[in-house]
């Protein structure tokens, strides 16, 4: 499965920035520090998660960043295709007439791996922000 750090990362400090949302706007700083993902990586990733409106900016000494929805509403699929991940079971590309030998058939696990992909991305649709910070609410605030 191909899910990088950068897909991880931004579920991760998502998962952060709600769990502080009550607390106002959340600095890069403190979400580098908590979940110990290096900065400039962080901003890296906050750049397209705010290209893709998932998040908004506070500029000013007690500046940070925002959610643009409420944790029920964001789905984790959302995060990690803002930052353009996907998971990825298959070495083939679906689309292609050559099958994943390189050659016109398809391998003969490839429906495994095909409906493994299906599973985990409906997984990821269902599942919400909200979902990943229940459980620690209670440890952090």
């Given at each position: ?41 962080l901003e890296q990733i906050f750049i ?11 500029r000013g000494a007690k500046g940070g ?77």
């Open positions: 499965m191909k899910l990088t750090t950068k897909g991880r990362y931004a579920v991760m400090a998502m998962a952060d920035l709600a769990l502080f949302k009550d607390k106002g706007p959340v600095s890069l700083t403190d979400i580098s520090i908590r979940q110990n993902i290096s900065l400039p990586y397209k998660l705010k290209n893709n409106k998932l998040v908004k900016s506070v960043y925002l959610l643009e929805f409420q944790p029920e509403e964001i789905k984790i699929s959302n995060i990690i295709s803002a930052v353009d991940e996907e998971v990825k079971t298959l070495n083939c590309k679906k689309e292609s007439k050559k099958g994943c030998n390189n050659k016109y058939s398809k391998c003969i696990t490839h429906n495994l791996w095909d409906q493994l992909d299906q599973h985990i991305n409906n997984f990821f649709e269902k599942v919400k922000l909200q979902d990943l910070i229940k459980k620690n609410q209670v440890l952090f605030k």
